[in-house]
């Protein structure tokens, strides 16, 4: 058995109980959204990522009335403190898309997970994912729950080759029509399960480093005693 356990990534995304500047977090937040699609991020990768990003963006360009995008490599790589000035006004513009937006693509870049998947979950926006099913099913498993979790269903799976290859394959024209009802269930289970994502500021319960205490917990409790 591996010893290996994805985490999630750090997100941009914070949030601590006592703060009083908003009455809910961005993934609790069931109004309606201002834009269907969004993509954030740059256009670097792996060869087929690359590819995928390009032409996701050439699909997002040709439905400007639901898609949006903010297409940069100028994002930051380190803690905001470290980071340039424009690093961090490429984060906010890309966390504000995300928060006004009901599907945020989130194509892999160098390795398939990305930390923006965990900035959409944070915000409420629901990730489109392009992962086989063992990429999926090894996703956070602690946090995700798999193939079988509550991400199952607080995200929209598509074939990578399908998305790659096929010249009549358009996934934004896909995500519209997704019916309202699945949308809203998505989006609720986000609001439910997603806290289990962020690393909460000060005392946070079920967080992710709590979430991820526990687990483990059961996971040695579980193991035979010698």
Request: charged letters at 20%; proline letters at 8%; glycine letters at 6%.
């Amino acid at each position: 058995a591996s010893r290996h356990v994805s985490m999630p990534y750090l997100s941009s995304v914070r949030w601590a109980l006592d703060w009083k500047g908003e009455q809910q977090p961005p993934w609790r937040d069931l109004s309606s959204r201002q834009h269907l699609v969004c993509f954030t991020g740059s256009l670097r990768g792996q060869p087929h990522s690359i590819q995928l990003r390009t032409k996701l963006t050439r699909q997002c360009d040709a439905a400007p009335d639901v898609c949006v995008e903010h297409v940069t490599g100028n994002f930051p790589v380190t803690s905001p403190e470290d980071a340039s000035k424009s690093q961090r006004q490429n984060m906010r513009m890309a966390l504000k898309l995300k928060r006004k937006s009901t599907f945020c693509l989130e194509p892999p870049g160098f390795s398939p997970p990305r930390k923006s998947s965990i900035d959409s979950l944070l915000s409420g926006c629901i990730p489109v994912f392009f992962y086989d099913d063992n990429e999926f099913d090894t996703l956070w498993p602690f946090h995700f729950g798999g193939l079988h979790g509550w991400g199952a269903n607080a995200s929209v799976r598509l074939p990578m080759d399908a998305a790659l290859n096929r010249a009549d394959y358009d996934v934004v024209q896909l995500l519209r029509r997704i019916p309202e009802a699945r949308v809203n269930a998505m989006r609720e289970t986000i609001a439910l399960n997603a806290h289990r994502l962020v690393y909460g500021i000060g005392q946070y319960p079920g967080d992710a480093l709590e979430t991820l205490l526990v687990a483990l917990h059961a996971t040695l409790n579980a193991r035979p005693r010698a």
